[in-house]
T-cell receptor
């Protein structure tokens, strides 16, 4: 397995356009997370899925944002009518089913992708 | 409000010396704490974790100490190497295990040769 893959790595768009990011998690991981990171901040939680069910959404996720994981494998994050404040690194992470986490000592380690950097002009 | 705080934005250490990165938290309902390392243009990578029932966990050059009464944890890197230069994030997991990790803002470590 090659880890968590995100596409595209960089996206430059004009304000008002829609953008979509894709995340392919580690194949045996059933949980998938989206985080956002801006300059000088740590990753901020947006939403997460267990299999195909979206279990939690942050209040950061405005109604212009929508995430899907239709078959419990890859996920997409769409931002409609982008604003300059949406410029950030969008990070995807996945984690193993509870109890099967290896190497994290039970901490349910998240494995992150390299991120998709969005610049809204 | 920020539940996980890393109050030092940056730290410089000489190669071979000890690096100590600090993290404070406000929520008593965290059961695991994790440290992640991030290089530019890469996602954060897991480094080491500690359960709230322990006070120390060691993995090679990396040791994490937890002081529950002070709601404080620290990551020690001994000896520091230039390749350790990165941003280090402290993260915490709520007891339920069903809520995602909460991250601090990070500390940029520079190890000077």
């Amino acid at each position: 397995d090659t880890g968590v893959s995100q596409d595209p790595r960089h996206k430059i768009t004009k304000r008002g356009q829609n953008v979509t990011f894709r995340c392919d998690p580690i194949s045996e991981h059933n949980r998938l997370y989206w985080y956002r990171q801006t300059l000088g901040q740590g990753p901020e939680f947006l939403t997460y899925f267990q299999n195909e069910a979206q279990l939690e959404k942050s209040r950061l996720l405005s109604d212009r944002f929508s995430a899907e994981r239709p078959k419990g494998s890859f996920s997409t994050l769409e931002i409609q009518r982008t604003e300059q404040g949406d410029s950030a690194m969008y990070l995807c992470a996945s984690s193993a089913p509870k109890g099967s986490d290896r190497g994290g000592g039970g901490a349910n380690v998240l494995t992150f992708g390299a991120g998709s950097r969005l610049t809204v002009l | 409000d920020q539940q996980v705080k890393q109050n030092s934005p940056s730290l410089s250490v000489q190669e071979g010396r000890i690096s100590i990165l600090n993290c404070d938290y406000t929520n008593s309902m965290f059961d695991y704490f994790l440290w992640y390392k991030k290089y530019p243009a890469e996602g954060p990578t897991f480094l080491i974790s500690i359960s709230s029932i322990k006070d120390k966990n060691e993995d090679g050059r990396f040791t994490v100490f937890l002081n529950k009464s002070a709601k404080h944890l620290s990551l020690h890197i001994v000896p520091s190497q230039p390749g350790d230069s990165a941003v280090y994030f402290c993260a915490a997991r709520p007891y339920s295990g069903n809520t995602p990790l909460v991250f601090g803002k990070g500390t940029r470590l520079s190890v000077i040769a």
